[in-house]
């Protein structure tokens, strides 16, 4: 399994510059920098299902940063993808609106069960405002935190196992723009990670459900 430091120390050696070491700023930089450019991109890794947080009664915002796991851990939606309202022991899907459509006709003053939800300022916006406390599971895609500035040399997920090629070239295309001012070859990084971009795309692409039954043709 790749580590953040295995990571760094890869791309430091690849490099083969001598003053780009696997302690250098510059390596970790190029590395964290490729994991943001790339971090809104739907994966398999990167995708979670029904995480939950609680939605207060009355109250017409539920904060996103409450928003967790089954094991308990934040999640930090970069993306998503549906939510539901827990109600009784049924599942409800609650339709997207623009915050403006809400807002328009939100009064403050009518409570009951929720029906449409808008994202605005890292909140879910309910309407109607719910009667009772009630459970939102959450599906989409996730911003993941392991690996930062700050982190151990034995940090890892996904980017660092998964899609680690593509950040990897990315780091390297990162240092040929950024450090050593070599265009060239950075447009050759940046090219050989976005093909590794596409491939682990089709493959989420591969493992997802179309939702669809296709009837067999009759020979």
Known sequence: MSTFGTMKARVAREMKRGELTACATAVQDSVLSAIQLVQNYRFAFNEFNEATLTASSSESFAALSRLKDSAGAVVVPAKIDTIKVLITSRDYPLTERAWAEIDAIDSGQWYGYPEWYAIHAEKIRLY????????????????????????????????????????????????????????????????????????????????????????????
């Not at 911003?143 to 996904?158: F, I, K, P, S």
């Not at 390297?172 to 976005?194: I, M, Q, S, V, W």
């Open 128 to 219: 109607p405002a719910p009667n009772q406390d009630m459970i939102l599971k959450v599906s989409g895609v996730r911003n993941l935190m392991e690996v930062t500035a700050g982190a151990a040399a034995g940090a890892t997920n996904g980017w660092m196992v998964d899609a680690e090629e593509m950040i990897r070239c990315i780091a390297k295309g990162n240092l040929f723009r950024d450090e050593l001012r070599n265009p060239t070859a950075a447009g050759y990084f940046f090219g050989e990670a976005a093909k590794t971009r596409r491939e682990l795309q089709r493959r989420a692409t591969n493992l997802a459900s179309s939702g669809r039954v296709r009837v067999p043709r009759m020979i």
